[in-house]
């Protein structure tokens, strides 16, 4: 996949601070629109600041960058939770078929379908017979539910069953005891098992929409 | 009972198909500075153009300031001492300040005394843009000074200045139809054929747009136009006279047009612009406006009153191409645009209404409306149908019903909720009936709307919200319990009912469509 980033002389520093923008910048993108809500323009937002608050402390942060952006993208989601209470928000749209990004080609870190099959580069299956109508009320519901549960919860999901991290590793990210992450997840699984057996609640119901007064 | 490792799968499948696809985009990328880099490399002359085509957050504008009879140069301005961005940048637009003053050489320059608004001018501009519809905040240490020019209308001078904007959050949009590559498109709709590129939220939901801004003062005016070098352009604009770049060329000349000229922001780079008018009736008339560092003006026209503009290009060294426009690309992008919207508009007035909503639900049991056509639905509606029809949705059977029980029509009332049945659901776009603002929108499945508890919320920045529902037949009026035991009762008409309550949680009491009694939170 060919990239192009044009970020100053290329000294060694700046080759491995690009080549972790590369790496994970995609992954850190779509675990902010998850913590956001589905929120892309905001994941957007997090990830540019995620990944200039790592450049500027590249020294501390170059033996495991990966985990330190990570950590920084989930205060700076916490702090962008606290923030949206105030804002006015967006209407809620659907964005099925992605948004303007990239070169609208598969990436290497799309995952697989549950059930085996690729997604296809607008994150919708294009398989013959495939109900694409309950697919997303499904997935409209998964997304909905997600966004209804509190910041750490939702934080948990995404960190342990997204990013696929190691309880360890969810701790280090979220600035929580193992335990702690246990708790929230437990937790978290519960509350999503509720609400996703509530056939109100399972029907894509966007949030609200804050309308200026 | 679902286990735990099957509940999840589904969230694990449903995120993954979420941000299938996502990707960051270039530019924001690029404008991130490495660790000891000092300043960005400068992109790339095509790049620097690309991205000149596609920064997000903020925007340019010409400003023109007439100063009628006492027109003083600002030329011989002492220069400022102090730094050329004196206040703080806003959160969240600094990455994409750099990525305007690595490819705009005028905004690499200090400012200047003279770069800087009278302070009449910046108030009302500012006062403008805020208030504007798609403007948010001017950034004052990025105003430029450009040129003088003799007054359009004859009087005085003027001065021309480049400011640049911050748009402001705003919801969706239809960004167009096009090729099926480039940076910017989003696919929606069949793989082969034209596709719908893009309803949806800008990647950077901050918009730029156009304004005219005219001082009190009787002997100055102020007249604020954005040209628009952002992704914004081409999506949002529509003013007359704008010639906006297409949405899917990414290096695409703007030019403004004025009831006086053109004008028009290009890129470090570009030594020679042409613009070819075509006046109609006569023969296209090319010409070549003055660039003053990123602007090129050009106030005259072949014949009075703004001709079409068919082309624009730039020219770089040595006369090569950088990148040029034609009207008849824009045409063709926008017809093809029109015919997959039919389209989708056309198989959705075949849909099927699920038998309960007919059964239940009065409003999905009145004649389909003459007269009703889709220009007037939502890009939310709009995009609902495109994307494949989840919901089965059909258009055709769509109602208005005005809060209060006003008479049917089809569409311009702005108090009142759609209701668009389909085979496999139903949606619900309510607008509130306190002021303009956003509508609520949601679709949900048939057992949801014969609940009685579809509703769609807007918050208020007061606190409270307002709650349009659409309830069953039997529904005379439905009534809320709001927090400390307050009783609110609202009427229904042609099963929608709406009200206002506070912020805090409450308890809606209504009969489902078995009419049984049910209480919701909502």
């Known amino acids: 996949m060919q990239r192009t980033l044009t970020l100053g002389r290329p000294r060694r520093r700046d080759v491995d601070f690009e080549a972790f923008v590369v790496a994970y910048s995609t992954q850190l993108l779509r675990a902010a629109k998850l ?10 937002d997090l990830l540019q600041t995620t990944l200039m608050r790592t450049a500027r402390r590249w020294q501390s942060a170059k033996s495991a960058p990966e985990a330190y952006a990570r950590r920084v993208l989930i205060n700076l989601s916490r702090d962008q939770h606290r923030r949206g209470q105030s804002r006015v928000r967006e209407q809620p749209f659907p964005e099925r078929g992605g948004e303007p990004v990239g070169d609208g080609q598969p990436h290497a870190d799309d995952r697989s379908r549950a059930d085996g099959r690729p997604s296809t580069p607008s994150g919708a299956y294009r398989g013959a017979g495939d109900d694409h109508a309950d697919a997303v009320v499904g997935r409209d519901a998964v997304i909905a539910a997600l966004a209804g549960l509190p910041a750490r919860q939702r934080e948990v999901l995404v960190l342990r069953f997204y990013a696929d991290l190691s309880v360890a590793e969810t701790a280090f990210a979220m600035g929580a005891s193992e335990g702690t992450v246990k708790s929230y997840t437990s937790r978290a699984l519960a509350r999503m098992r509720e609400l996703l057996a509530d056939p109100f609640v399972a029907d894509a119901e966007p949030p609200a929409v804050e309308v200026p007064k | 009972m679902t286990t735990d490792e099957q509940l999840i ?22 404008a991130i500075e490495a660790p000891r880099a000092r300043g960005l490399r400068l992109p790339s002359l095509g790049a620097a153009v690309a991205a000149l085509g596609s920064a997000g957050a903020v925007a340019i504008a ?4 007439a100063v009628i009879g006492h027109g003083s140069s600002p030329a011989g301005s002492r220069v400022s001492s102090g730094s050329n961005r004196p206040s703080p940048l806003p959160a969240g637009v600094a990455a994409e300040v750099r990525a305007l003053e690595a490819e705009l050489a005028i905004l690499r320059r200090p400012q200047t005394a003279a770069d800087k608004l009278p302070k ?8 403008e843009v805020a208030n504007g519809p798609v403007g948010a905040q001017l950034i004052p240490g990025l105003t430029r000074f450009i040129a003088t020019e003799p007054s359009p209308i004859g009087r005085g001078v003027e001065r021309v200045y480049m400011v640049v904007e911050i748009g402001k959050p705003t919801g969706p949009r239809l960004v167009g139809i096009g090729k099926p590559t480039g940076p910017r498109l989003v696919e929606i709709g069949k793989p082969t054929g034209p596709r719908l590129v893009g309803i949806g939220k800008p990647t950077r939901p901050r918009l730029v747009g156009i304004g005219q801004l005219f001082a009190h003062d009787p002997s100055q005016e102020l007249h604020v136009w954005v040209i628009g070098l952002t992704r914004g352009v081409s999506e949002v604009v529509s003013s007359p006279g704008l010639v906006p770049p297409p949405a899917d060329i990414p290096l695409s000349p703007a030019v403004m047009l004025l009831d006086s000229g053109g004008i028009g922001v290009v890129p470090d780079g570009v030594t020679r612009v042409k613009w070819v008018y075509e006046p109609w009736g006569y023969k296209p008339v090319a010409l070549y406006p003055t660039i003053h560092g990123n602007v090129a003006i050009d106030r005259r026209f072949p014949i009075e009153g703004p001709p079409l503009l068919r082309s624009a290009t730039w020219y770089g060294a040595g006369g090569k191409v950088i990148a040029s426009y034609s009207d008849a690309y824009s045409i063709d992008r926008e017809n093809r645009l029109n015919a997959v919207m039919q389209s989708a508009l056309d198989a959705s007035y075949r849909q099927p209404i699920v038998p309960s909503l007919r059964e239940h639900f009065a409003v999905a049991r009145l004649p389909r409306l003459k007269g009703w056509t889709a220009g007037g639905i939502s890009h939310n509606l709009a995009a609902k149908i495109v994307e494949r029809n989840p919901y089965g949705l059909n258009v055709g059977d ?20 759609f209701v668009i049945p389909g085979s496999r659901g139903a949606c619900l776009s309510g607008s509130d009936p306190n002021g303009s603002g956003l509508p609520g929108f949601s679709c949900v499945r ?6 009685g508890s579809f509703h769609v919320t807007t918050k208020r920045s ?10 069953p037949d039997g529904n005379a009026s439905v009534t809320v319990l709001v927090t400390g035991g307050q009783k609110r009762t609202a009427p229904v008409f042609d099963n929608v009912w709406t009200l206002t309550i506070p912020t805090s949680p409450a308890t809606l009491l209504v009969k489902n469509a078995a009419g049984q009694r049910v ?3 909502i």
Do not use: C, K
């Not at chain 2, 109602?399 to 108090?415: C, E, L, Q, W």
């Not at chain 2, 007061?462 to 309830?471: A, C, E, H, Q």
């Open chain 2, 9 to 30: 799968e589904r969230i694990q499948s449903s995120m993954n198909a979420e941000v299938a696809g996502l990707v960051p985009p270039r530019e924001l990328l690029e």
């Open chain 2, 519 to 521: 209480s919701v939170t």
């Open chain 2, 446 to 451: 048939p057992a949801r709307v014969d609940s």
């Open chain 2, 62 to 65: 010409v400003v023109a300031l």
């Open chain 2, 398 to 417: 769509a109602h208005f019903v005005p809060y209060g029980g006003a008479p049917h029509i089809a569409i311009g009332t702005p108090s009142g909720a």
């Open chain 2, 462 to 471: 007061d606190g409270s919200r307002t709650i349009v529902g659409l309830v």
């Open chain 2, 120 to 127: 009449w001018a910046a108030s009302q501009a500012a006062i």
């Open chain 1, 35 to 44: 913590l956001t809500g589905g929120d892309h323009a905001i994941a957007e």
